[in-house]
């Protein structure tokens, strides 16, 4: 198996959707050279081996501040 997977091929693998993954990678789960990197050429590659790490981790493996999604607002804890 490779290393390192494009968008789609990982999609087919792994069952979650392409957006799904964008997702991940532009809300912050999928840190860069962590899970995810961007080839010479441009392409972001999925580092099968990082995705395995986040999934031991149980998710918790965050190595930066999330940012929230466009039009969210912060609710207040009451």
Do not use: C, N, Q
Request: proline share 4%; no cysteine.
């Amino acid at each position: 198996m490779l290393r390192y997977l494009t968008i789609r091929k990982f999609a087919a693998e792994s069952g979650y959707t392409e957006d799904a993954i964008r997702s991940k990678i532009r809300d912050g789960i999928w840190m860069e050279d962590k899970v995810w990197k961007k080839a010479p050429d441009g392409r972001i590659l999925i580092d099968v081996e990082g995705y395995h790490e986040w999934v031991d981790s149980g998710g918790v493996l965050k190595l930066g501040l999330k940012k929230p999604a466009r039009g969210s607002r912060i609710k207040p804890l009451v």
